[in-house]
């Protein structure tokens, strides 16, 4: 059995209804059973709610990308927090996010400030509602330390990890996931490939990031759920390891990292 642990098929920017049917139907059929559907924005993370509430297996995460702050503004910022909040205690719920710090674009001015107060407001809905947080950090650690450190007890992923050693360290010394997805399978870097192949197998879950970042063999083609296990095959024979091995301990680590 494998777990999904981050995807976008309740997304209808990139799924219609029927498209997202068939890819949980797909991955279903290739014994992933059981996927978390990742909130980007207040609206979209109440479809990432009602898509969960409608079909077994799902999950969802309430979030609000980093991506929103600058467009929200300060006062658009704490309403959207305000109905996330209220959200976050549906029973489809299983964690916040994705939320952090992404400075691949901007990073200066208000978008810093911006960013760091959704940021923060997610990590208290979080705390408040017991759930672990996926965390969604590009070219921003030593902000996003900064801002982690200050708070005790929290749980979580970082989604998409490919950043270096040092980060890696200092993400298992705070008890944090690692999120490995199909960029693992095509990166050019070998130290990248290095990081996926020593990090401990307790520290991984699985995800697809569906619709984006499609695994070899699968480039070129739209994202589903169903091609963890194209990274699962990736990171057997990357690692030396069996892929039963990895789909069984890297479950585990899911159902109790968003116990489920």
């Known amino acids: ?40 924005s207040l609206e979209d993370s109440k479809r990432a709610v009602r898509f969960s509430g409608l079909n077994k297996g799902c999950y969802a995460t309430v979030g609000i990308h980093p991506h929103e702050a600058l467009k929200l503004g300060e006062s658009g910022i704490q309403s959207h927090l305000g109905q996330l909040d209220k959200i976050a205690g549906d029973d489809t719920v299983v964690g916040v996010g994705e939320c952090g710090f992404d400075f691949f674009y901007n990073n200066e001015g208000d978008s810093l400030s911006l960013q760091e107060r959704l940021l923060r407001g997610q990590i208290d809905i979080a705390i408040k509602h017991n759930l672990p947080l996926s965390f969604h950090v590009r070219d921003a650690f030593e902000q996003f330390w900064r801002v982690f450190d200050e708070y005790k ?24 996931y690692i999120g490995i997805n199909g960029i693992s399978t095509f990166t050019k870097h070998e130290w990248q490939r290095d990081l996926f192949k ?31 296990i ?9 690692r030396g390891e069996e892929s039963d091995l990895i789909a069984k301990v890297t479950t585990a680590n899911a159902k109790k990292l968003f116990k489920i």
């Open 198 to 228: 020593s990090v401990s197998l307790e520290s991984i879950v699985l995800e697809t990031d569906a619709p984006f970042l499609t695994p070899v063999p699968r480039r070129g083609t739209i994202n589903t759920p169903e091609n963890v």
């Open 1 to 40: 059995m494998f777990i999904d642990t981050h995807c976008h098929i309740h997304d209808q920017e990139f799924f219609n209804n029927e498209d997202a049917i068939i890819a949980l139907g797909g991955a279903k059929d290739n014994d992933v059973n059981q996927l978390i559907c990742i909130g980007t």
């Open 153 to 176: 007890g929290v749980e979580g992923v970082l989604h998409s990890f490919t950043d270096n050693e040092v980060n890696l360290t200092k993400a298992l010394q705070r008890g944090l």
């Open 230 to 238: 194209y990274i699962t095959r990736f990171l057997a024979d990357l």
